[in-house]
């Protein structure tokens, strides 16, 4: 009864203007496309296009927005373009009305209901799944703001506006896909740039199945490490050595500093300071303002190098944190300075471990890549979707893949190889004074393990 009377007070307008109402149907569909099939996924992946490349089988992350473009492209314009075609009379007017409803409202979720959800790994995890939780606010206006664009679809239907929603549809179809090619350029621009830094820090560490050292100690001379393992707690030092009886004694010399505290609840905030000094806290950072923050953060990363390069050391380092302000590989700031040895040992020796432990290790090389591709078209609904229902949709950070092992330990082990392989990476052929910095992330994110 109730869209009998819809149809006879409002819907019967569109079926007097039909190429109106195609247009309506099919920019809702276009706009739908676009912005779960090219805006979400790619505005993901821009905000840190390194860590999604060379993940599992896939090298450049552009295929991730063009796998998840293919899944909506037949959800969004193949399938209800055919069921349009099929449907007669009030239906046919009925999705003329569901569709720009859904692409407007989607849009509001995306951009003005997006929510704070912390950070999100490459498999599309979230670290601190209880902000999902939403609030008061976030509850009920979504669905109010749902409810006004319905009434405004309707009013302007019944008025006779339809070709200003048409051409609102327009502009948010063309806005959407300038933003989406903007972004996808972007990446495209930046893995590039990751490749060719890549290529520039080759050095030689694995040699098909054998790893060769690139640590040089010296027997004779002074042997300075500086070890940072990212987001490692430092309380819990003391419980690992009672745990560990045996590393009491083969640490014995060294002090430890239970004391201590991190200028920053992040490594870009907290690193500055731990590899240069009281120089380079936020506040003595924030007090140079005419300077780039990139600018003081590299040259906070090359204090200590350079001090010992000064001192007559020769210098190693890997993976110094957030270089050039990029996740990985960027070593621009240490071009001036080819007599220090930069070299990116994340994820290098991870093949060569697993590998080797086969027996424990249920190992696809392609199973983390085929993960973010299933995960993606989820994350996108997830991301447009009423703040209500995105919990449901997260589902404890499986997104209804319930036959899939997340493999969290894929990231893990990209870091913990090296650590494993320090001994086959390390000889004692140097002579005179050694400084060496490893930055690792092996502690960086929860994991359960034997």
């Given amino acids: 009864y109730f869209i009998k009377v819809l149809d006879t007070r409002v819907l019967h307008r569109l079926g007097e203007h039909e190429q109106e109402q195609r247009l309506l149907f099919f920019l809702s569909a276009v706009l739908l496309f676009l912005l779960h099939g090219l805006l979400v996924p790619a505005n993901l992946i821009s905000s840190s296009t390194i860590e999604f490349a060379f993940t599992g089988a896939v090298a450049n992350p552009l295929s991730y927005v063009g796998s998840t473009m293919a899944v909506f492209f037949g959800l969004w314009i193949v399938w209800p373009l055919f069921i349009y075609a099929l449907a007669k009379g009030v239906v046919k007017r009925l999705l ?97 740039e990751h490749e060719k830094n890549l290529a520039l820090v080759e050095d030689g560490s694995v040699q098909g199945n054998t790893i060769k050292p690139v640590f040089h100690l010296s027997k004779t001379g002074k042997n300075v490490l500086f070890i940072f393992i990212d987001r490692a707690m430092n309380s819990l030092f003391p419980y690992i050595l009672e745990d560990i009886p045996d590393l009491q004694q083969q640490l014995s010399g060294f002090v430890y500093y239970p004391n201590t505290v991190s200028f920053g609840n992040n490594t870009i905030h907290g690193s500055p300071a731990m590899v240069g000094g009281y120089e380079y806290t936020p506040d003595a950072m924030n007090a140079r303002a005419n300077e780039k923050l990139v600018d003081k953060h590299n040259e906070a990363l090359l204090v200590m190098p350079r001090m010992f390069l000064n001192a007559g050391y020769s210098v190693t380092m890997t993976n110094p944190p957030y270089s050039n302000y990029k996740w990985e590989a960027d070593f621009t700031p240490f071009l001036p300075y080819p007599e220090i040895n930069v070299m990116h040992h994340h994820g290098k020796f991870a093949v060569t471990y697993k590998n080797e432990h086969t027996d424990v290790l249920d190992w696809n090389p392609a199973f983390e890549s085929d993960l973010i591709k299933k995960r993606l078209p989820i994350f996108s609904m997830f991301k447009s979707s009423f703040p209500l229902l995105r919990r449901t949709l997260y589902e404890e950070g499986r997104y209804f893949q319930k036959a899939e092992n997340p493999h969290s330990t894929d990231t893990f082990i990209d870091a913990y190889a090296q650590l494993y392989y320090l001994q086959k990476l390390t000889d004692f052929v140097e002579e005179g004074n050694t400084f060496v910095s490893i930055s690792n992330d092996t502690t960086h994110q929860p994991i359960f393990l034997q």
Wanted: charged fraction near 10%; avoid cysteine.
């Fill in 96 to 192: 003329s009305i569901i569709m720009p409803f859904l692409a407007l409202s989607s849009l509001v979720n995306v951009f003005v209901f997006a929510g704070d959800y912390g950070i999100v790994s490459t498999l599309l995890q979230l670290d601190n799944p209880s902000l999902l939780e939403p609030s008061t606010l976030m509850m009920f206006a979504p669905l109010g703001v749902a409810l006004l664009i319905m009434i405004g679809i309707l009013i302007m239907i019944k008025s006779g506006k339809v070709k200003i929603l048409i051409s609102a549809l327009l502009i948010l179809v063309l806005g959407s896909s300038a933003s989406g090619g903007y972004q996808s350029i972007a990446i495209a621009r930046e893995f590039r």
